[in-house]
DNA sequence: GTATTATCTAAGTCT
DNA sequence: TAGATAATAC
């Protein structure tokens, strides 16, 4: 089989070995996905029936591009029935044909993390708690990580540790949020996307004949990025393989970067004591850098402890150092970035395609998209808000949701006065007060808004049932109609599309192609056959919610999209590779993040996400960070990254000299072109951390502020305020103004402090001048 | 109840 | 800075 010839010894044992447990530690760039394929391949050429693998990835589109590549060694008619994908979308499925065994209904929703995020919000008014004290977000958090690690909400109750800490962060009552959340969800058959693993291992715990069905179907294991997984998939995967012990987990403890998620470094680092029989296999070759990227990436990990020896070494050529950009400011920076890109696209014969820019939050996207876009370089964002989680969006689909899952308490608040029917905060309060007093579900109050007596006057009952109707007439077509038809139909029906299109700002125009892209979507899921079925039904909404609440902006990447400069996060970056890798923002309190400062573990994380960071690279790094740059609405002063000490620096080269690292006073002129010392060749190996750069510790003469984590603020010299209340200009009968939002208009008369203003765009529209913030155009 | 504007507050990573 | 929420006028 000459598939097996293009392995090394290591990659090659990988794959062969099919039958026991076996753990593959593959260091980054090591030939990893390649084994994968080659395994699965060589057990369907072993005559396996794809139908026993499962294989469980870490995204989505690592799957799709797996299928692809077995099926071009094995054919597509064998490789499209094996069950890969992500633990979340695999056991989604599992669970919607096993759902009635633990409770819910088949066409149970997904909840995301917004959806989730508001029921906390509601609970917490409920329970007439302080959400400045009990943060959703912080309750989510805690939540979810009991989930992950198998607590339900009794037994987070029950729990002396985790009570004596919420206790000691003075919000004890986290487990009665937690307890209630758990019954909401439950009675709006709604499940978040923790759920998805928890409830999967409900099913797999109480009913041993599913377990022994799944155990028996999914003959070979194999597990993707196991340094990733939680404690929650790694009970999912234990007992799968009990039965045949033919799991193969693939992973790099150097590369663990979801701890925050809950995943547990400890899942790989004791594989050989769960399974004794284990086979271990390391992949230390590194195909994909060159031996400076290597070494550096090298000396930078030993700075962790805890960890699985290897060494992770390369034949490829010595390549570049490392170079070092300094910036005066984040735009600043942007501005580095993109004339690197620019000359090297020119000098090297580069594609866009072959660049990426990582960073740590994606925060820091806005100044390299603008730097990128002056300069007319294509580029790609990804990640940020999914396409699935604008408003508009998730306002349809709250449609799509609530028809096919009635009890989806989330979706009917969002949708019930969207489009504004007249139904407001009062009435819905009314509506979710009886709900909870009659045990009874949102839908059904709504749907007997006759019968029960909620104080709501017979003019509003009038609009609640105008509303329900038009819910249930898109039920009655749910079976009859495509997906296609049957959203287009939802959005004019509702009103949505008119709502939209009425509105002609410019992002009111975004919102509406927004949905005319859903729409379009849609179009193509209901044209495109559904690959896992042999029979051809139409696909309705009911296949298309499905999965929609898991799809993530990487799924639906366009063809347009493909030779384009790639900005993301270092953490969506994992699995990937760049010719030309640029990591932006090395600065103290942002990578390292300020928030990882405080544990060793965390900052070992952090250095882990560094170390995924230069290893994406194959031919050159750059690294660079700002003195100063925006940060909660204000400049604040930033320090160089701690990493950029850690690498040995026989690896990296400076690219500015530190005499001269702009003074404070400088800074003033900071958007002063950047040329001058952007000139490579004057390397200054003798750079010291803590040097002339501004710091709290030789505050500069600008500072005003400092804030409680040790950032500093500098006062906002550069950002003048441009518009004004009104009631300070001279505004007159015929004048041009121009408004933020809604564009320039003419005054078309001025009386008791208020102004008619015709606007080009919107039309007419009565402002305060006491408030509006105008400005003359003319 | 709706529309508009002021005010607050949070920006960490992802399924 | 931007999104969410509160306050206010009508």
Redesign the pocket.
């Known amino acids: 089989m000459d598939y097996l010839q293009q392995l090394n010894e290591s990659q090659r044992a990988a794959v062969e070995n099919t039958e026991g447990p076996v753990m593959v530690i593959a260091g980054a760039g090591s030939g990893k996905t390649r084994v994968l394929t080659y395994r699965i391949a060589h057990l369907l050429n072993k005559g396996v029936d794809p139908f026993n693998i499962l294989s469980l990835t870490?995204?989505?589109k690592a799957a799709q591009e797996m299928k692809e590549r077995i099926g071009k060694i094995v054919g597509l008619a064998n490789s499209r029935n094996i069950w890969m994908g992500?633990?979340?979308?695999i056991f989604s499925r599992i669970l919607r044909s096993e759902a009635e065994k633990i409770g819910y209904p088949q066409n149970f929703t997904i909840y995301?993390?917004?959806d989730a995020k508001?029921l906390i919000?509601t609970i917490l008014k409920e329970m007439g708690l302080d959400d400045?004290i009990y943060?959703p977000?912080l309750v989510l958090n805690r939540i979810s990580s009991a989930k992950n690690n198998l607590l339900t909400a009794k037994a987070y109750i029950a729990n002396t540790t985790i009570q004596s800490e919420d206790r000691q962060a003075a919000k004890p009552r986290i487990g009665e949020v937690y307890e209630i959340y758990e019954k909401r969800c439950f009675k709006a058959g709604a499940m978040d996307?923790?759920d998805l693993l928890f409830k999967t291992n409900v099913l797999l715990r109480d009913h041993p004949d599913v377990l022994h069905k799944y155990q028996h179907r999914f003959k070979y294991i194999l597990v993707d990025e196991y340094q990733d997984t939680n404690f929650s998939q790694y009970i999912i995967v234990k007992k799968l393989a009990a039965a045949f012990q033919n799991v193969c987990v693939v992973g790099d403890d150097a590369q663990s970067?979801?701890a925050?998620?809950g995943a547990n470094i400890q899942n790989i680092l004791n594989f050989k004591t769960d399974y004794p029989e284990a086979k271990t296999f390391k992949l230390e070759e590194n195909y994909r850098s060159t031996q400076n990227i290597v070494k550096a990436a090298n000396s930078i990990i030993k700075h962790n402890t805890e960890q699985i020896e290897k060494n992770v070494f390369t034949s490829n050529k010595e390549g570049n150092k490392i170079k070092i950009h300094q910036a005066a400011t984040d735009n600043e920076e942007g501005k580095i970035v993109a004339n690197l890109i620019y000359d090297t696209q020119f000098s090297q014969q580069a594609r866009p395609k072959d660049f990426a820019i990582l960073y740590?939050?994606?925060?820091q996207s806005?100044s390299m998209e603008e730097a990128l876009r002056r300069k007319n370089i294509p580029y790609k964002i990804h990640?940020?808000?999914?396409f699935y989680q604008r408003?508009e969006i998730k306002d349809l689909i709250s449609y799509f949701r609530i028809i096919i899952n009635p009890q989806d308490e989330e979706a009917l608040k969002r949708i019930i006065?969207y489009p504004?029917?007249?139904?407001?905060?009062?009435?819905i309060d009314k509506l979710m007060i009886a709900a909870n007093n009659h045990q009874k579900s949102l839908w059904e109050i709504v749907t007997h808004i006759n019968k029960v007596d909620v104080g709501i006057n017979a003019g509003?009952q009038n609009k609640i049932k105008g509303f329900s109707d038009l819910i249930k007439s898109f039920s009655l077509q749910i079976d009859s109609k495509n997906a296609f038809d049957l959203a287009s139909d939802i959005a004019s029906t509702s009103g949505i599309l008119k709502d939209l299109y009425s509105d002609k700002t410019p992002e009111g125009i975004s919102r509406y192609e927004n949905i005319q892209e859903l729409l379009n979507g849609l179009k193509e899921f209901t044209e495109t056959d559904n690959e896992e079925e042999e029979d051809v039904t139409p696909r309705g909404l009911v296949e298309f919610l499905q999965d929609v609440a898991?799809l993530?902006n990487?799924d639906n990447e366009k063809e347009e999209d493909r030779d384009k400069v790639t900005l993301?996060?270092?953490?969506?970056a994992k699995g990937l590779e760049f010719p030309y890798v640029h990591i932006v923002g090395m600065e103290e309190n942002l990578f390292p993040?300020?928030?990882?400062l405080t544990s060793r573990a965390?900052l070992e994380?952090?250095r882990r996400?560094f170390y995924v960071a230069l290893t994406r690279a194959e031919k050159e790094i750059h690294l660079s960070f700002a003195t100063s740059r925006?940060?909660?609405?204000?400049m604040m002063f930033c320090e160089p990254s701690q990493f950029i000490d850690e690498i040995d620096e026989s690896f990296i080269e400076f690219t500015f000299n530190k005499s001269s690292t702009p003074s404070p006073a400088q800074l003033a002129n900071f958007d002063e072109p950047y040329s001058a010392q952007n000139s490579y060749g004057n390397r200054n190996t003798s750079y010291k951390k803590k040097s002339t750069m501004p710091s709290k510790k030789n505050p500069p003469p600008k500072v005003i502020q400092t804030t409680p984590k040790n950032l500093t603020k500098i006062s906002a010299a550069s950002?003048p305020p441009n518009q004004e209340?009104a009631n300070d200009l001279k505004l007159e009968k015929g004048m041009m103004v121009n408004?933020q939002?809604?564009g320039n208009g003419i005054i078309e008369n001025i009386e008791n402090g208020?102004a008619s203003i015709n606007f080009q765009n919107i039309g007419n529209?009565?402002?305060?001048l006491?408030?509006?913030?105008l400005s003359i155009v003319k």
């Open positions: 870490f995204t989505n992500t633990f979340h979308s995301d993390t917004q508001n919000k400045k943060k977000n996307f923790d970067i979801y925050f998620r740590r939050t994606n925060a806005r990640g940020g808000k999914s408003k006065n504004a029917r007249g139904i407001g905060k009062t009435t509003t898991l993530t990487a993301m996060t270092i953490h969506s993040s300020q928030m990882s965390d994380e952090e996400l925006y940060r909660f609405g204000t950002t209340s408004h939002k809604f208020k529209k009565q402002l305060l006491k408030f509006a913030k």
